[in-house]
């Protein structure tokens, strides 16, 4: 990561060492944890991921934020301004206050900070468009061909039960396949799915954060 996008991802994010502890314990595997995903009843069966703030996520987000950075004294040099008065014994309205009094020295505006403001978040609408569109090809590459061939290995399951003496080792087989690929795409839903949750979970943070601070731009910099 460069050391700007470091810098940037320390404007929204504070890990406290409880944290890193937790997230520590979290990487680690645990010995009891060996049970295996059950196979999909159902192919298309839906799965609810709860999603969470990634670091991951937030890099590819902070990365976007960068590679679109605007020049000179906008939001994102507004936001320095704000963690770096947080450090100082002052209420949030003057430290607002404060770090105006910085952007307007440098010849910007309310309006060019609510603007500014407003230029990333379509950053990251547009960043969202992409991961979703992405999302979607993964689950037609991972699930669509799969069920495809569910429904294929069933029609030919049906078609040899007629002749079950004959044939029954070779159903057999089939039923085998079948299993498989349903466990198959039980995992490739749920981890799809708790991704975009994750990605979704990212985003909003992030979107809501950069939306308090337009508020509050609104709010005190009048």
Do not use: C, W
């Not at 890990?15 to 059950?38: L, R």
């Not at 010849?107 to 950053?123: E, P, R, T």
């Amino acid at each position: 990561m460069s050391d700007f996008l470091s810098k940037l991802k320390g404007l929204f994010i504070v890990t406290t060492p409880a944290e890193q502890q937790v997230n520590s314990t979290d990487n680690k595997p645990t010995a009891n944890n060996t049970s295996q995903p059950a196979p999909a009843t159902l192919a298309t069966a839906p799965v609810t991921a709860t999603g969470k703030v990634s670091d991951k996520f937030y890099e590819i987000l902070f990365g976007a934020m960068e590679t679109n950075n605007q020049p000179g004294f906008d939001y994102l040099e507004f936001k320095k301004s704000l963690q770096t008065l947080a450090k100082m014994p002052m209420d949030e309205a003057t430290r607002y206050s404060s770090a105006y009094a910085a952007a307007q020295a440098m010849g910007v505006s309310n309006q060019q900070l609510n603007d500014s403001a407003q230029f990333y978040l379509n950053i990251l609408k547009a960043e969202d468009a992409k991961f979703q569109e992405s999302v979607n090809q993964q689950r037609q590459k991972q699930i669509g061909s799969k069920e495809k061939a569910i429904a294929d290995l069933d029609a030919t399951i049906k078609a040899k039960g007629e002749q079950i003496a004959k044939l029954t080792q070779e159903i057999a087989a089939h039923q085998e396949d079948m299993s498989k690929m349903k466990a198959e795409i039980s995992d490739a839903v749920v981890k799809i799915e708790t991704t975009l949750s994750d990605f979704h979970a990212t985003y909003s943070d992030l979107v809501g954060q950069i939306g308090e601070d337009v508020e509050k731009i609104k709010k005190y910099l009048k």
